[in-house]
């Protein structure tokens, strides 16, 4: 990472999207909040729900792939990260699935190939179980659902992860963290991805340093202990009623880990699992093709 910060003026409703030819900046009002997404190409449609600490730039070089296959891609920033808005409140991921629930029905996409990582994933688990009817196949990735597994891994004093008990501190890490945002994510970002140039890193660096942008991003984490509750309530007994298919990258999240979480959800006739080779935890970033040949298969299957 470099100490150089780019500066842009906020895209307006319709502006195209640069760099990224055919995609533009498009904002929705849902669930009470202003949401921001880019949308572009046509065809069946694709929801990519992105991760901590991304932005929907997390899927930028998957995005023209799949619009090429003849997809219409829509990447929303979820609440709190981006350009979407960045309210107190909200970070239940019953909630955030309640904004892309409505962006989906607002837009008459229903039912969508939804494709979640990281907290993302958790979103996405969270929409597939409460919205069945929005949901015509699911793809989860690089974590594991609240409720179902997450938990065993949420405490590093049993060898989980330890930047679970810092996020959770949403005002110790946001003291942490505001003013020393290159800092502290230049490394995670370089740890994440296997590619030796994570340049594209630094235009999410912006973002983060915006108003609000480091505490809004860390609200996902405060909520996981009441996802957990909510989580387990979603399903009950049942599974979800959509084919699943969990994608990890081959040096990221263990994929046993993720595949075992999301097996306890699924219908195991309609459960696959998948590893993509040479990638990390941004494994849209690090190995787009693969990536979007495996998405377009498990689509079209």
Same mark, same amino acid.
């Given at each position: ?27 929705? +009002? =849902?669930? @009470?909040?202003? #949401?921001?997404?880019?949308? $572009? ?9 992105? !991760? ?85 196949? +699911? =793809?989860? @990735?690089?974590? #594991?659902?609240?409720?179902? $597994? ?9 060898? !989980? ?141």
């Amino acid at each position: 990472m470099t100490s150089q910060q780019i500066s842009h003026i906020p895209p307006t409703d319709g502006q195209e999207v640069e760099g990224l030819p055919g995609f533009t900046h498009r904002y929705a +009002a =849902v669930n @009470g909040i202003r #949401l921001h997404y880019v949308d $572009g190409g046509s065809g069946e449609p694709v929801v990519l729900l992105h !991760g901590w600490p991304f932005t929907w730039r997390e899927f930028r070089a998957t995005m023209p792939l799949l619009a090429e296959a003849r997809y219409r891609v829509i990447a929303p920033d979820l609440r709190g990260f981006g350009l979407s808005d960045k309210p107190e409140t909200g970070y239940r991921k019953t909630n955030v699935a309640r904004d892309i629930a409505e962006l989906v029905e607002r837009l008459g996409l229903a039912p969508v190939n939804l494709v979640g990582q990281d907290i993302g994933m958790m979103v996405a688990f969270a929409l597939a179980a409460s919205r069945p009817d929005l949901v015509k196949k +699911a =793809v989860l @990735g690089e974590a #594991l659902i609240p409720g179902y $597994g997450l938990e065993d891994y949420m405490d590093p004093a049993t060898g !989980g992860y330890g930047h679970f008990a810092h996020h959770m501190q949403v005002d110790l890490a946001t003291r942490e963290t505001e003013g020393r945002e290159e800092e502290f994510l230049g490394p995670t970002w370089d740890m994440m991805s296997v590619s030796e140039d994570t340049s594209w890193t630094r235009e999410l660096l912006d973002s983060f340093q915006a108003p609000g942008g480091m505490r809004g991003g860390f609200q996902h984490y405060g909520t996981l202990l009441e996802d957990i509750a909510e989580s387990r309530a979603l399903l009950g007994e049942n599974k979800l009623a959509m084919p699943v298919l969990t994608v990890n990258g081959e040096h990221g999240i263990p994929a046993a880990q993720t595949a075992a979480s999301v097996a306890r959800v699924s219908d195991p006739s309609r459960f696959e699992q998948d590893i993509a080779p040479d990638s990390g935890h941004t494994l849209g970033e690090d190995n787009p093709t693969w990536y979007a040949t495996r998405l377009d298969r498990f689509f079209r299957s």
